[in-house]
């Protein structure tokens, strides 16, 4: 994913309950970073849930998608909640579903309705947040550019991950991707070529 410039995902863990016709619903999101990790929240949610039926699941991650109806009726589990991901725009995340049976059938409509809530409950509680790919950067620059500096930042879509104080100021910033080569040639205008962003990494962040 070190080419893509932006993507969906979500921002943190969460659980959503859901009871129809006294079965529990119990929906957890996770963000991941591969599908080794999907597997592992899942495993461990099978841990935490052993007395429950079903652990329905569905994952999307690394461009790998994978459900499963864990006993439900074909249909009825996993691809509901794969859908719910898949209609979000959300890569790097995924969704388990937890049903403990409360002896009232719900047929194949009851059971996709109720999954897929319970999905849906979940993702949108774990926030849904669009992550772009940042630049992280070093600027030096003299005390009377400082002031300048900080007042353009947010126009670039920038942001101050550290500063150092001396004779001269030393700047972190995290620069997103797309604003990089405008926000250099704003700085080499603003101070006749002094200010030169130097690249040392990047990263995946929130938009500033």
């Known amino acids: 994913m070190g080419e893509v410039t932006a993507f969906t995902t979500i921002k943190e863990e969460s659980e959503f309950h859901l009871v129809e016709k006294k079965s529990e619903f119990i929906g957890y999101a996770k963000p991941v970073r591969s599908e080794q990790e999907a597997i592992e929240t899942i495993q461990s949610l099978r841990k935490k849930h052993a007395d429950a039926r079903h652990h329905v699941y569905a994952y999307v991650v690394g461009g790998v998608m994978r459900y499963s109806d864990d006993g439900e009726p074909q249909g009825t ?5 794969l859908d719910v991901i898949r209609k979000n725009g959300v890569e790097g995340a995924v969704i388990v579903v937890v049903r403990y049976f409360g002896g009232v059938l719900l047929g194949a409509g009851g ?3 109720a999954y897929s809530a319970a999905a849906s409950g979940a993702l949108h509680q ?3 947040v669009v992550m772009q790919r940042f630049v992280e950067t070093e600027l030096v620059c003299q005390y009377a ?3 300048k500096i900080l007042r353009d930042l947010d126009r670039f879509h920038s942001r101050i991950d550290h500063c150092e104080y ?8 995290a ?5 990089l080569e405008h926000f250099q040639k704003h700085l080499y205008e603003l101070s006749a070529g002094r200010l030169v962003l130097k690249e040392v990494g990047w990263r995946y962040d929130c938009d500033a």
């Open 126 to 128: 774990a926030q849904v």
């Open 166 to 173: 001396a004779d001269v100021i030393t700047l972190s910033l």
């Open 77 to 81: 589990g996993g691809v509901p909640v």
């Open 145 to 147: 550019d400082y002031a």
């Open 175 to 179: 620069v997103r991707f797309d604003q």
């Open 111 to 113: 059971l996709t309705r």
